[in-house]
């Protein structure tokens, strides 16, 4: 029984392809958030959604666009890959608004390759 | 620019005794502190926290300090066990604004059996 879940587990492609990725969380949570895990494992937030509505966008390339069509989900789109892009993506939630400090709960990652 | 940092990417300590993982930070707005433990493949799972209002706080076999003068934590885990292998996080957070979890790059802990 899944809290967090994302889908695929790995995703391997070319560069220039768009590829999106899809997190869900069954915890009944109000926030969800993106995380980025590069070479050097270093894990650092991308984008914070409240209720559908975003929060936090960090310097982000504007390639990188998150959906969000209900509070339960929040999806990564990435057009034009490049190769920089490869990385462990995190999908996590939390129980309070995003605004102030709370525990989160992380998915499994996809780990991104793109060749 | 990190604001925090594990110094120590990796520890080895023999099963039964105590593990000590450090954590500093240097924001001093930061006031939410946790620990994450991650297996390979996995993503971190939460382990313990402790608010700026606490020095101390213990779970179990899990214990995290905080020093605010220091800007410092630890997380002591005794006694350590085989299956608590595995690379710890630390995160902080501010509780004013739109918050985030700033993490540490991680410390790889391996318990000898």
């Known amino acids: 029984d899944t809290a967090v879940s994302q889908t695929p587990k790995y995703l391997v492609t070319q560069m220039g392809n768009d590829k999106s990725i899809k997190c869900e969380q069954n915890?009944?949570?109000?926030?969800m958030y993106w995380y980025k895990q590069d070479s050097k494992k270093f894990l650092k937030i991308m984008f914070s959604?409240?209720?559908?509505?975003?929060?936090i966008n960090e310097t982000v390339p504007n390639r990188f666009s998150p959906k969000s069509p209900d509070k339960a989900h929040l999806n990564l789109h990435i057009n034009s890959l490049e190769l920089g892009d490869s990385a462990v993506y995190f999908c996590a939630s939390s129980q309070g608004s995003g605004r102030t400090a709370d525990t989160q709960y992380f998915g499994p990652g996809t780990r991104l390759t793109v060749l | 620019d990190q604001q925090v940092k594990q110094n120590s990417p990796s520890l080895s300590v023999q099963e039964g005794r105590i593990s000590i993982l450090n954590c500093d930070y240097t924001n001093s707005m930061f006031d939410y502190f946790l620990w994450y433990k991650k297996y390979p493949a996995e993503g971190p799972t939460f382990l313990i926290s402790i608010s700026s209002i606490k020095d101390k706080n213990e779970d179990g076999r899990f214990t995290v300090f905080l020093n605010k003068s220091a800007k410092h934590l630890s997380l002591h885990i005794v006694p350590s066990q085989p299956g608590d292998s595995a690379v710890y996080f630390c995160?902080?957070?501010?509780?004013?604004?739109?918050?985030?979890?700033?993490f540490g790059t991680g410390t790889r802990l391996t318990i000898i059996p």
């Open positions: 915890l009944g949570h109000d926030t």
């Open positions: 995160a902080a957070s501010a509780s004013f604004g739109n918050e985030k979890l700033t």
């Open positions: 959604y409240n209720n559908k509505e975003l929060i």
